[in-house]
């Protein structure tokens, strides 16, 4: 037994810190690239275009299926293997398209289920006035879905900042990463990795409560 | 000009139309009388393809549509010389009774705003609707919801307007404005075919009743033929049933 460092903690807190903005960089590039994927996956999987459809369901079964960690090896360390052009991937890259691909395919199932959620009834209203099924979806359908599945697609960006700390394994100097050398210098690791579980900590409760805030707009939405 | 030749439709192995022929005049009141089950929803949805038939011909002005061979095209063609009125209003939830009518006018049509703005502020007259323009559909009543509904329908100037049971899930309270508004609308000799219960309202507004049963039409005339004097012993049946 031993006292708590307090002091090299408050030190160390101003480091870390300066990762956030990487760690932050990682998951909403990757938020935003798992949404636009989801997005047409999830529609994909609603309307079933033939052949197509195999494909969506082959990708969403396989990145659901496997663990994250795993498929970041696989990109990282296998790929370039397989692929000459991808000698030069970087970890970051590695992260941000491990991520993308692997919460896309749990997105993707969220957002399809919001879609089918909307009420027929608009669906056939849509196409009754003559849209095209692009026009239901894109004016009608989405729109609605997207407020259904909001809080869930935090949920998972929540997630997804939490997962940005498996880069360290590809060799980024992120939050986690950062955190290692330091501790590896001092041998204070229990001191180390409290601070860095602080951060993600706070991260996540201010996230949670903008979730809050979300919700209680969206609740809101359309009733007037 | 309307008209609909051999209109065939079976869900599985059940026929529900079967060899629907009908002649709809410009300007013309057409209602749809009939026990519930028997294929007068799928004819309304046969006729813009929210169900899609087997076999027959639907014409609607320029356009003739062979049903087994529709391409798409032949089905946004029938989607934009008709209007829909639904049961269940089925508006659009996420926007408001103003949006609901300027939607597709701008969407479909390729309106800009300030025109669609202009054919909804007429609209939104006409229906009655000006202090509730900005309203969400969740906040309107019944018969509210259902007038958008309708004027939705009339802003996209379709050649002819489709009501399927339009007042059937009011309460009591809001069937009268939404059949008045359905009466101002024949009285301007807009084309209507029109599923309803409402006799009475048959018999003011229609030039011609069908009666319906088992997927054909069993009977028509004019109303006080149709409605007083009916040769059929299934349409005396029913009339007797409805009262
Ligand atoms: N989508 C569907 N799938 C299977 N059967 C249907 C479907 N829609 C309607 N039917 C059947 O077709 C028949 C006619 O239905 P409908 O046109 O709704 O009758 P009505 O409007 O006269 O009450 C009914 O027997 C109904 O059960
Ligand atoms: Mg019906």
């Known amino acids: ?224 | 000009m309307i008209s609909v030749q051999n209109l065939n439709k079976s869900f599985g192995a059940t026929p529900v139309l079967q060899d629907i022929s009908l002649d709809i005049q410009p300007g013309e009141r057409v209602v749809v009388i009939g026990p519930s089950g028997t294929g007068k929803s799928t004819l309304l949805r046969c006729l813009n393809f929210l169900d899609t038939p087997d076999s027959g011909k639907i014409t609607i002005g320029d356009l003739s549509v062979d049903a087994a061979h529709a391409s798409r095209a032949d089905i946004l063609g029938l989607r934009r010389r008709t209007g829909f009125v639904f049961q269940n209003y089925a508006l659009f939830a996420n926007k408001t009774a103003r949006q609901n009518i300027t939607e597709a006018l701008v969407t479909v049509k390729g309106m800009s705003r300030a025109d669609a703005d202009a054919r909804a502020d007429t609209i939104l007259r006409e229906t009655g609707l000006e202090a509730r323009a900005d309203a969400y559909p969740a906040s309107l009543s019944g018969g509210q919801q259902q007038r958008v509904g309708i004027g939705r329908a009339m802003a996209l100037d379709a050649e002819l307007l489709l009501f399927d049971e339009p007042t059937s899930a009011l309460d009591p309270e809001w069937v009268g404005e939404v059949l008045d508004l359905m009466r101002k609308l024949a009285e301007s000799r807009q084309t209507m075919l029109i599923v309803t219960h409402e006799m009475q309202f048959a018999r003011e507004i229609a030039d011609r009743i069908l009666f319906m049963d088992d997927g054909r039409i069993a009977e028509e005339g004019p109303p006080a033929d149709l409605l007083d004097t009916p040769r059929d012993p299934r349409t005396r049946a029913f009339l007797r049933r409805v009262g």
């Open chain 1, 1 to 224: 037994m031993r006292a708590l460092d307090v002091d090299y903690m408050l030190g160390l807190l101003p480091i870390l810190l300066g990762y956030v903005p990487l760690t932050l960089f990682m998951a909403v590039v990757g938020m935003a690239f798992a949404l636009v994927l989801a997005a047409l996956m999830a529609v994909e999987r609603v309307v079933r275009i033939p052949v197509l459809d195999i494909f969506v369901r082959l990708f969403i079964s396989f990145f659901r299926g496997t663990p994250l960690l795993v498929q970041l090896f696989l990109f990282y360390f296998g790929l370039p293997q397989m692929l000459s052009f991808l000698t030069t991937i970087n970890g970051v890259t590695a992260t941000i398209m491990g991520l993308t691909l692997h919460f896309s395919a749990y997105m993707a199932e969220s957002i399809r289920a919001a879609i089918l959620g909307v009420d027929r009834a608009q669906w056939e209203a849509s196409l009754a006035v003559g849209m095209t099924q692009a026009q239901m979806m894109r004016r009608i359908i989405l729109p609605q879905a997207a407020r259904v599945a909001a809080p869930t697609l935090v949920n998972y960006f929540i997630d997804m900042v939490k997962s940005t700390s498996l880069a360290f394994t590809l060799g980024v100097t992120e939050l986690m990463g950062a955190a290692q050398k330091e501790a590896a210098g001092s041998f204070l690791y229990f001191e180390a990795f409290l601070v860095v579980a602080t951060i993600y900590w706070i991260m996540v409760e201010a996230l949670s409560f903008g979730q809050r805030r979300l919700e209680t707009f969206l609740n809101k939405a359309h009733a007037r």
